[in-house]
């Protein structure tokens, strides 16, 4: 079974673009979580998507968006990108709601915002 | 406002020992908790779970302990090994699959 993947594994940006990164889950996965993190701040939870729908936000910025498709797999969006950006982005996929299990996570998009 | 929380940033532990980390949380709804395992430049992998039912779980040299009192958690690994050297995440789940993450622990196991 493959696991979660995520691309691109880095990336190299400046200030005021934008960024789209992409993840797909493990088959079977609906839901598509995505974090930060960032030394010092662990994982910090962005959002989390079921069914194309936002289901859980996180306290980011509007600049941070996403979007779920109709096979699960789920892009996330930065705009107008700050230095402050740069971080691991990790993907997470996981069984829908209401069954105890893990979240499945893929090796991470390193962003670098210079 | 940090709902997990893993105080101790770094540890450091013989080969051989145990290494006991540690994880409190402040949501009482928490109903199911995890740790993880991540090595530099590596998504985190599933180490360990853990029921709010239950107050321990066992699986080989790890296991975890789950205080709902006392609203903490700890990770024991017995006996440590050099390649359990990494970050240590606990998480925390109230069935809603959003998954609340403490800081991280970084685990050094001296050979």
């Known amino acids: 079974k493959a696991g979660v993947t995520q691309t691109p594994r880095y990336l190299i940006k400046t200030r005021g673009q934008q960024v789209t990164l992409s993840c797909s889950p493990i088959?079977?996965?609906?839901?598509v979580s995505w974090y930060q993190q960032t030394p010092g701040q662990g994982l910090q939870f962005l959002f989390e998507?079921?069914?194309?729908?936002?289901?859980n936000k996180g306290n980011f910025p509007g600049r941070f968006s996403g979007r779920q498709f109709s096979n699960s797999r789920s892009e996330m969006n930065v705009s107008t990108l700050e230095l402050g950006d740069s971080a691991l982005y990790l993907c997470?996929?996981?069984?829908?709601?209401?069954?105890?299990?893990?979240?499945?996570f893929g090796q991470g998009t390193r962003l670098t915002v210079v | 406002d940090q709902q997990v929380k893993q105080n101790s940033p770094s540890l450091s532990v013989q080969e051989g020992r145990i290494s006991i980390l540690n994880c409190d949380y402040t949501?009482?709804?928490?109903?199911?908790f995890l740790w993880y395992k991540k090595y530099p430049a590596e998504g985190p992998t599933f180490l360990i779970s853990?029921?709010?039912?239950?107050d321990k779980n066992e699986d080989g040299r790890f296991t975890v302990f789950l205080n709902k009192s006392a609203k903490h958690l700890s990770l024991h690994i017995v006996p440590s090994q050099p390649g359990d050297s990494a970050v240590y995440f606990c998480?925390?789940?109230?069935?809603?699959?959003?998954?609340?993450f403490g800081t991280g622990t970084s685990l050094t196991v001296i050979p």
């Open positions: 997470a996929s996981s069984l829908p709601q209401g069954v105890n299990t893990e979240a499945f």
């Open positions: 088959s079977g996965h609906r839901s």
């Open positions: 998507y079921f069914s194309e729908t936002q289901r």
């Open positions: 949501n009482s709804m928490f109903d199911y």
């Open positions: 853990i029921s709010s039912i239950k």
């Open positions: 998480a925390a789940s109230d069935s809603g699959n959003q998954f609340y």
